[in-house]
């Protein structure tokens, strides 16, 4: 069974740091891309970033690059999402998500979508402060 959940969330003011964490069982990440989705209140939910744990390429929303950093911990079965520089605008609340790879060599292509992922943690909220 594959099992996700999200770690970390919290308030901080704009220009802080932090760092969120999802833990995984039940898969091999050589088998998974996994990825970070955020949720504002009335807003759709929305890819904010990815990793293919397989070959450590990443995948990030033009509104977070530069500022966050994914990274695999495979040993841990755990996937990190660094958020340095946050913005109100970033206030969401955070989901990771899991999605076999079929073909690797396409996985750019649907990476930062949420009809991609099939399985999916429970969120964590971000708030950000001004």
């Known amino acids: 069974e594959v099992q996700l959940q999200a770690f970390g969330g919290g308030s901080v003011q704009a220009g802080g740091s932090l760092r969120l964490s999802c833990a995984a069982s039940g898969f091999s990440f050589d088998d998974y891309a996994i990825a970070w989705f955020r949720q504002a209140p009335g807003k759709e939910r929305e890819g904010v970033s990815a990793?293919?744990?397989?070959?450590?390429?990443?995948y990030y929303d033009e509104s977070v690059k530069g500022r966050f950093s994914i990274s695999a911990d495979n040993a841990k079965n755990t996937v990190y999402l660094q958020m340095n520089s946050l913005k109100p605008e970033d206030t969401a609340d955070y989901f990771c998500a899991a999605s076999s790879i079929g073909n690797p060599m396409t996985v750019k292509l649907w990476a930062l979508y949420q009809c991609s992922y099939h399985d999916w943690g429970q969120g964590t909220q971000v708030t950000v402060s001004s």
């Open positions: 990793i293919t744990s397989r070959d450590g390429t990443t």
